[in-house]
């Protein structure tokens, strides 16, 4: 593995996950990599992903490097041969090639600007990290996709034992315009297990074809949750009316809707907006803390096969 960008940087998934579950088994394993250093830059806030990602170094022996570009950085140009006499005050070439000196790997963390899709599409601030770094690079979370929670999730999945879950990944209510990245990434991950996936969403709301593409699409969510052994509930705006959110739709997963599942599992990647997303009784019933426990051995698996 050079980088971990997506799925297509993962040879096999299945061993992948199996790995991981093995280390969460012994997690402190100091001696894999005491020389080393990570180094975690976010362009956009974070929870989840900082702290599980600094643990995992932790238990492989490494040191930590956390940077806050916005907040304690130089403002970054991004456009090649562009003469700097305006806001921009560091070339992000210089940057990066400038951490590449004090890290071993560098995790970077780019939300989308959710107006222009094909800026978004085209990954320009991931890309010019990965065209400019001497060192692997790892998305904490790209505009368009989110490979270490996707991990996580086929972990959380993996520990459940079903033989050919049945699982919909639908669409929640949401106040504010969100990515897709979480669940174009986790359709394109699920795809690769023999689970039977089904996406639940309003018409207007279907993802890119390029992660849809096999999978079965249902716009009335009750319909598609009849069954499901896992409900993995995330919003996202529009895709075709790129970035728009939707008018306020009954589509908050509740208790009753629950019950359509086969004694099924909510799962989500947080943060998420209680009762607006689901309700405080879904919440306290599902899988969310289990998935955010496994962030940390899907970030240690991949850092150690990053440094192997
Ligand atoms: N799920 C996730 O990536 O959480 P954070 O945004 O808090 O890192």
Not at 95 to 109: E, H, N
Not at 160 to 168: A, H, L, Q, S, T
Not at 243 to 248: Q, R, W
Not at 281 to 291: A, G, H, K, P
Request: net charge negative.
């Amino acid at each position: 593995m050079n980088n971990f960008l997506s799925v297509n940087d993962v040879t096999d998934v299945s061993a992948l996950v199996k790995e991981a579950i093995q280390l969460k088994s012994n997690p402190f394993t100091p001696n894999v990599a005491p020389s080393k250093t990570l180094g975690l830059v976010f362009f956009n806030p974070s929870l989840r992903t900082r702290m599980s990602s600094q643990k995992a170094a932790q238990n492989l022996g490494m040191n930590v490097i956390v940077m806050d570009v916005n907040q304690s950085g130089w403002k970054l140009e991004f456009g090649d041969g562009v003469v700097m006499d305006g806001g921009t005050q560091e070339h992000v070439k210089d940057a990066v090639k400038t951490m590449s000196q004090y890290v071993d790997i560098l995790g970077v963390r780019t939300f989308p600007g959710l107006v222009d899709r094909e800026k978004d599409y085209q990954e320009e601030v991931l890309q010019q990290f990965v065209k400019h770094a001497e060192v692997p690079i790892v998305s904490l979370e790209s505009a368009t996709l989110h490979p270490l929670q996707s991990l996580a999730d086929l972990i959380t999945i993996a520990e459940k034992k079903i033989e050919r879950p049945k699982i919909v990944l639908s669409w929640a209510p949401h106040p504010k315009p969100l990515p897709q990245a979480v669940a174009n990434s986790f359709l394109e991950w699920v795809k690769l297990t023999n689970a039977e996936v089904t996406l639940a969403c309003p018409e207007g709301f279907e993802l890119a074809e390029q992660y849809t593409d096999g999978v079965k699409i249902q716009h009335d969510q009750q319909e598609a949750m009849k069954g499901a052994d896992f409900v993995y509930t995330k919003n996202w705006s529009s895709y075709a009316d790129y970035g728009a959110i939707a008018p306020e739709l009954p589509w908050t997963i509740n208790k009753e809707k629950m019950a359509l599942t086969n004694n099924g599992s909510f799962m989500h990647c947080l943060p998420m907006r209680r009762n607006v997303v689901a309700t405080d009784e879904v919440i306290d019933e599902s899988l969310v803390y289990e998935q955010a426990l496994n962030r940390v051995f899907s970030a240690q698996v991949v850092l150690k096969r990053l440094l192997s």
